[in-house]
């Protein structure tokens, strides 16, 4: 039976700076050691803007996890997000030389190579090159052609880069702590690992993952990614619209945001006062709920009419499972019934992964990201089983020595 293996993951959000240490057995059973959680400071959108606020709450998440672990972390993996890394398809084609009578190794190397060489601005940098499909003479294959009799190979590329300044400045947060970075995933791309399996991946699926700065979508279809990105909007940005038009605190805003609101629209959320004490002692404090849930309503619709225009206008009719929503604001009241109006697809919440361990509490849509590191680390160790977790991708963001 192959040995167990600690793997750590790493999310520097908006709201919350999260580490999770978790085994995974020999069997591919996981068990979370240890989480190490802080409120975020110096992160906007998703990106950093202080650099020192950042690396402290890093450091105290670290502590808090080894000491509830009681593992020695000396390296992660990290979750990526903001509105600057973008997701593009390509395809690409090579013409199989007249002297050999089948496709080999080589030739599917040259494919990928041909496909994952595409045009990107000077400042960024690639973070994922992910395989989608091959074609031999026309005829889809969804595994690796080699050994194949055809005279034309193609490869379909999911391709996502990144300002590489931006993602260095998260690495090298990291790497101050002191901790090495096993590898860098953009965020929605984790959440995935947790939100489908297999079949719903074949079936078609939009998993939607709303935190407090950003929403992150990527879209699967026949069992690949179609297509992924960011939109710079969040719960925090829900939050605020409360505080600019009702004038109260952000504080007392977001508590009416949580434990009152609703986001479906539906007439009966619209009648009546939404009442919350006040945490100072005074009196009660109300809003009239259609103004509330008018906000409320409103900012969301938004964010998820943005997700649905940076989405291929031909994929609605190919999402056979449906939308998966993850992610902290994702638990806003009645999302789910207004994501399913602007989509008109089945909308879910993600079954809870199968976890052992003191913190299994935490199965909860807003810890989607750092548990999905868990698993991107698990397919990782399944596919390079030689230890190859870096991969030249990651050296070209990082080429400097430790």
């Given at each position: 039976m192959a040995r167990s293996k600690i793997h750590v993951g790493l999310e520097i959000g908006t709201t919350k700076t999260c580490m999770v240490v978790a085994e995974v057995k020999g069997d591919g059973s996981v068990k979370i050691l240890g989480l190490g959680e802080t409120r975020s400071a110096g992160v906007r959108k998703g990106e950093i803007t202080d650099y020192p606020q950042v690396r402290a709450c890093v450091k105290e998440a670290l502590i808090e996890a080894e000491e509830v672990s009681?593992?020695?972390?000396?390296?992660?993996?990290?979750?990526v997000t903001g509105s600057h890394i973008q997701g593009v398809n390509n395809r690409?084609?090579?013409?199989?030389?007249?002297?050999?009578?089948?496709?080999?190794d080589q030739d599917v190397e040259e494919v990928k190579e041909i496909a994952g060489d595409i045009n990107i601005p000077n400042e960024h940098v690639f973070l994922h090159s992910l395989i989608?499909?091959?074609?031999?003479?026309?005829?889809?294959?969804?595994?690796?052609?080699?050994?194949?009799?055809?005279?034309?190979l193609e490869a379909d590329f999911h391709i996502i880069h990144a300002i590489r300044s931006r993602?260095?400045?998260?690495?090298?947060?990291?790497?101050?702590?002191?901790?090495?970075?096993?590898?860098?995933?953009?965020?929605?791309?984790?959440?995935?690992?947790?939100?489908?399996?297999?079949?719903?991946?074949?079936?078609?699926?939009?998993?939607?993952d709303m935190g407090g700065g950003t929403t992150d979508y990527v879209l699967y279809l026949e069992g690949s990614i179609a297509?992924?990105?960011?939109?710079?909007?969040?719960?925090?940005?829900?939050?605020?619209?409360?505080?600019?038009?009702?004038?109260?605190p952000f504080s007392e805003a977001e508590r009416f945001k949580v434990l009152e609101g609703d986001a479906s629209g539906s007439p009966e959320t619209l009648i009546?006062?939404?009442?919350?004490?006040?945490?100072?002692?005074?009196?009660?404090?109300?809003?009239?709920?259609?103004?509330?849930?008018?906000?409320?309503?409103?900012?969301?619709?938004?964010?998820?009419?943005?997700?649905?225009?940076?989405?291929?206008?031909?994929?609605?009719?190919?999402?056979?499972?449906g939308v998966f929503l993850v992610g902290g604001a994702s638990l806003q009241q009645g999302y789910g019934q207004?994501?399913?109006?602007?989509?008109?697809?089945?909308?879910?919440?993600?079954?809870?992964?199968e976890l052992s361990g003191v913190h299994a509490y935490f199965k909860d849509p807003q810890y989607s990201t750092v548990l999905g590191l868990i698993r991107y680390a698990q397919i990782v160790d399944e596919e390079r089983p030689s230890g190859g977790g870096i991969g030249g991708v990651f050296k070209k963001i990082w080429p400097f020595n430790s």
């Open positions: 009681d593992v020695d972390i000396g390296s992660v993996f990290l979750a690409g084609t090579y013409r199989i030389p007249e002297r050999k009578d089948q496709i080999d989608r499909h091959y074609f031999v003479d026309g005829q889809l294959h969804e595994t690796s052609p080699a050994g194949l009799m055809g005279r034309s993602i260095q400045n998260s690495i090298k947060c990291v790497r101050e702590i002191p901790l090495d970075v096993n590898d860098v995933v953009f965020s929605p791309i984790a959440s995935a690992q947790i939100a489908l399996n297999r079949e719903r991946k074949e079936q078609g699926s939009l998993v939607i297509a992924s990105g960011c939109v710079p909007v969040g719960g925090d940005h829900v939050t605020n619209d409360i505080h600019l038009v009702t004038h109260i009546g006062e939404a009442r919350i004490q006040d945490e100072n002692g005074f009196s009660d404090l109300s809003l009239k709920r259609e103004l509330l849930n008018g906000i409320i309503r409103y900012r969301l619709q938004e964010t998820l009419e943005l997700v649905k225009k940076q989405l291929p206008q031909d994929c609605f009719q190919k999402i056979g499972a207004l994501a399913n109006r602007v989509f008109n697809l089945p909308v879910y919440r993600p079954d809870k992964p």
